[in-house]
């Protein structure tokens, strides 16, 4: 289902300075807005209290709003009506509709609940997960183009709306794309943005080196592969030669191979240490064995070489070497490695 409500051109951007209040009216409305901004980035640099919204409302600025647009909630079952279940609590209330409702749930019950908005921009609650919440990462498939934006699958009914502003660069149905997904400050609603670099944290805190982590790969450059680190950090992950790294939209294991002085980070796919050694020996030896036991490799050959062949650097192959030597597994010639090891012996 498409939100077909239209954008205000005037409303800021995910990331942006609030210079005023969003033009929305009465309490739920307002209440709606600053639900979305609770406990995220954004929220953290803008701080808006009721008070700040609508002077009217500066009674509840002590109020503690506990349920939150584009994020799971832990929601007290208030009442039954027609339509399904009220949840929330003495500050707002949202519908949880039948079809969602789990068996036997009763008032006085709590339940965890995904809340967003529906087509006309209301609260909503749903016992279903999305691939992501407001504040996260995500790597989503584009279902349509409209006059609004794109339509991402986030695995709810509605599909999350990709603002044509919020785009880097068109995007077309069945592509892969990256966003972080954010709230619109006018409807309240969850929306995605392509504009990842800006929700990046600076610094690598609690990062070194050698140190596994998650990659999202998101976006190609001339040196390298950006990735957004752990869902918070940014590190990239440099084109080796002939050879480009993951497509955005990959997620795997990485490691740190450096933190640079300005806190950014440099990637790399191979662990280091004795987890690197083992690993680069374990090629090593398949690569024997494959060739009957000799490989045409050796201490003069060329590092582009050896990355094509055995998709590792010189320096890991150099100590995949002398690991395997001192166990007396090979024995190394200038540009040669020979197996020790019957059965792999060459001919």
Same mark, same amino acid.
């Given at each position: 289902?498409?939100?077909?409500?239209?954008?205000?051109?005037?409303?800021?951007?995910?990331?942006?300075?609030?210079?005023?209040?969003?033009?929305?009216?009465?309490?739920?409305?307002?209440?709606?807005?600053?639900?979305?901004?609770?406990?995220?980035?954004?929220?953290?640099?803008?701080?808006?209290?009721?008070?700040?919204?609508?002077?009217?409302?500066?009674?509840?600025?002590?109020?503690?709003?506990?349920?939150?647009?584009?994020?799971?909630?832990?929601?007290?079952?208030?009442?039954? *009506?027609?339509?399904?279940?009220?949840?929330?609590?003495?500050?707002?209330?949202?519908?949880?509709?039948?079809?969602?409702?789990?068996?036997?749930?009763?008032?006085?019950?709590?339940?965890? *609940?995904?809340?967003?908005?529906?087509?006309?921009?209301?609260?909503?609650?749903?016992?279903?997960?999305?691939?992501?919440?407001?504040?996260?990462?995500?790597?989503?498939?584009?279902?349509?183009?409209?006059?609004?934006?794109?339509?991402?699958?986030?695995?709810?009914?509605?599909?999350?709306?990709?603002?044509?502003?919020?785009?880097?660069?068109?995007?077309?149905?069945?592509?892969?794309?990256?966003?972080?997904?954010?709230?619109?400050?006018?409807?309240?609603?969850?929306?995605?943005?392509?504009?990842?670099?800006?929700?990046?944290?600076?610094?690598?805190?609690?990062?070194?080196?050698?140190?596994?982590?998650?990659?999202?790969?998101?976006?190609?450059?001339?040196?390298?592969?950006?990735?957004?680190?752990?869902?918070?950090?940014?590190?990239?992950?440099?084109?080796?030669?002939?050879?480009?790294?993951?497509?955005?939209?990959?997620?795997?294991?990485?490691?740190?191979?450096?933190?640079?002085?300005?806190?950014?980070?440099?990637?790399?796919?191979?662990?280091?240490?004795?987890?690197?050694?083992?690993?680069?020996?374990?090629?090593?030896?398949?690569?024997?064995?494959?060739?009957?036991?000799?490989?045409?490799?050796?201490?003069?050959?060329?590092?582009?070489?050896?990355?094509?062949?055995?998709?590792?650097?010189?320096?890991?192959?150099?100590?995949?070497?002398?690991?395997?030597?001192?166990?007396?597994?090979?024995?190394?010639?200038?540009?040669?490695?020979?197996?020790?090891?019957?059965?792999?012996?060459?001919?």
């Amino acid at each position: 289902m498409f939100a077909q409500r239209s954008f205000d051109d005037t409303h800021l951007e995910p990331g942006s300075k609030a210079d005023s209040p969003p033009r929305v009216g009465g309490l739920s409305a307002i209440l709606g807005a600053s639900f979305c901004l609770l406990n995220t980035r954004e929220s953290r640099e803008v701080r808006w209290t009721l008070e700040t919204l609508r002077p009217e409302f500066a009674s509840f600025n002590r109020v503690h709003v506990t349920i939150e647009i584009g994020k799971t909630n832990s929601l007290e079952v208030l009442r039954v *009506v027609p339509m399904g279940l009220i949840l929330g609590d003495a500050v707002d209330e949202v519908l949880l509709p039948t079809r969602y409702v789990p068996q036997g749930a009763e008032p006085g019950d709590r339940l965890e *609940v995904f809340v967003y908005t529906d087509s006309e921009d209301r609260p909503i609650a749903t016992t279903e997960t999305p691939v992501a919440e407001v504040g996260e990462f995500a790597s989503l498939r584009v279902v349509a183009v409209g006059r609004l934006g794109a339509f991402l699958d986030w695995g709810l009914p509605k599909d999350l709306l990709l603002p044509f502003r919020f785009q880097l660069r068109r995007v077309e149905p069945e592509q892969i794309v990256v966003v972080r997904i954010t709230c619109d400050r006018v409807s309240g609603r969850p929306v995605a943005t392509t504009k990842i670099d800006r929700f990046l944290e600076s610094g690598s805190e609690g990062l070194r080196e050698g140190q596994a982590v998650d990659l999202l790969f998101y976006e190609e450059t001339d040196l390298g592969t950006k990735a957004v680190v752990d869902g918070r950090f940014g590190g990239l992950l440099y084109h080796e030669l002939g050879k480009f790294g993951p497509e955005p939209g990959t997620r795997q294991t990485g490691y740190v191979q450096h933190v640079r002085e300005d806190g950014k980070l440099d990637l790399t796919l191979a662990p280091s240490g004795k987890a690197g050694i083992d690993a680069a020996r374990e090629i090593v030896v398949d690569a024997l064995r494959s060739a009957g036991g000799r490989l045409e490799l050796g201490d003069r050959s060329e590092p582009n070489e050896i990355r094509t062949r055995l998709g590792i650097s010189k320096k890991a192959f150099k100590r995949a070497l002398g690991a395997l030597y001192r166990e007396r597994r090979i024995r190394i010639g200038e540009s040669f490695v020979e197996s020790t090891e019957p059965g792999e012996k060459p001919d």
